[in-house]
């Protein structure tokens, strides 16, 4: 890793950090980055999450309008909380997002009453950061 790339690396821990516990819900840890050599998000879920996890996968937009879009749009948004929203947006746009939902082995994506789990993206940083990232941020829906 260069200079350049660790520096990028820290950009990215400081925008999930400037993004606290907003794609969460009441009581949730913030976000985590994740750098990982895997080279698809599949190979980054095998290496780094419970094996016995569900994983479902997010379309970026969607994970864009139902995670990011309150954030972008809600009246009740601080500016700076919207300003975070949009430069993570921005800043995973060129990095080939590919967003997933994560939890528990009874976890359903579906269901009315998620319970925890996670949000997730992963992204093809390594030219911008020596890695690719897997993003997660936890989640709690009764």
Known sequence: MNEHQFRALLDWFARV????DALGSESTDSGVVLITAAESVGE?????L???WSTHPLAWRR???E?????LAGPQ???HLAQAARTFLT???????EGLLVGPPEFDPGAPDRGGF???????????TGWNLLILFPRVET
């Open 118 to 128: 996670h949000v997730g993206l992963f992204l093809h940083a390594r030219p911008q």
């Open 63 to 65: 994970f864009e309008a």
């Open 17 to 20: 950090s400037a993004l606290g």
């Open 91 to 97: 800043s995973c746009d060129p990095l080939e997002p």
């Open 44 to 48: 980054a879920v095998r290496t780094l």
């Open 77 to 79: 948004t601080p500016p």
């Open 50 to 52: 419970p094996r016995d």
């Open 67 to 71: 995670f990011l879009g309150p954030l």
